[in-house]
Every structure is written in C-alpha cells, then in structure tokens.
C-alpha cells in the first residue's frame, strides 16, 4: 500500500503564511492526480485544491482561490500546498491524496473524496488571532 507522508503544518497567526508538503514513500511512485483536503472535528473532508501528475492542469475550491497554491517539485517527487494570508477557520487536518487508478477524470470530479485513493495521515494546522 502506497503511502503518502504529510509535513508542514504548525501552529501560525492570522495573515501568516504556511506551506504544506506530501511525499510518498516509494521514490517510484505516480498518479494521474494529487489533492488536498482539510477536516475539522464533525464535519467531512472539504476539498481544498488539486492539481494533475504534470502540473499543467490545477483546480480549486472557491474558498481557498487566490489565497492558496497547489504545485508539485517532480524531481523531488513532492506535492505543495501553499497558504497565505491564513484566517482562524482554516484551522484543521490537513490532508494530500493521490488518484492512482485511471481514468483521470475532469476538475469537478477531483472534488470528491471518493475519487482518490491513496491518503495521507494528516498534519494539523492551527491558526491563531
């Protein structure tokens, strides 16, 4: 089982910026499509932003547009996501997954959390006022 590792999360203050980092445990890993989500306690998994294994195609959440960036290193095998300008209700886990089955699907379907199948454990990000 693929695994996908989490890092980056923090304790940041309102406006402050963080950048989240997931990698996967095999050097040979690959997807059709890579994603992050966040969740806070009761509620489901919001989809944050996702972007394809090439990098040529990105897809957001509207809360989160203009405001954090999805972007992957391919040599060093790494998915990013980039917050800036952080508000207190962003606080929560944040997850990456990765769709490794095909087909790759369109941007509206990489919404869901049943599309993808490989998941990461979470790293918490609080932001305080």
């Known amino acids: 089982q693929v695994q996908l590792v989490e890092s980056g999360g923090g304790l940041v203050q309102t406006g402050g910026s963080l950048r989240l980092s997931c990698t996967a445990a095999e050097r040979t890993f690959s997807a059709y499509v890579m994603g992050w989500f966040r969740q806070v306690p009761g509620k489901g998994r919001e989809f944050l932003a996702a972007i394809t294994w090439t990098g040529s195609i990105t897809y957001y959440a509207d809360s989160v547009k203009g405001r954090f960036t999805i972007s992957r290193d391919d040599a060093k095998n790494t998915l990013y996501l980039q917050m800036n300008n952080l508000k207190s209700e962003d606080t929560a886990i944040y997850y990456c997954?990765?769709?490794?089955?095909?087909?790759?699907?369109?941007?509206?379907?990489?919404?869901?959390?049943?599309?993808?199948?490989?998941w990461g454990q979470g790293t918490q990000v609080t932001v305080s006022s």
């Open positions: 997954a990765a769709r490794v089955r095909s087909p790759m699907s369109s941007g509206s379907t990489w919404k869901s959390e049943s599309f993808y199948d490989v």
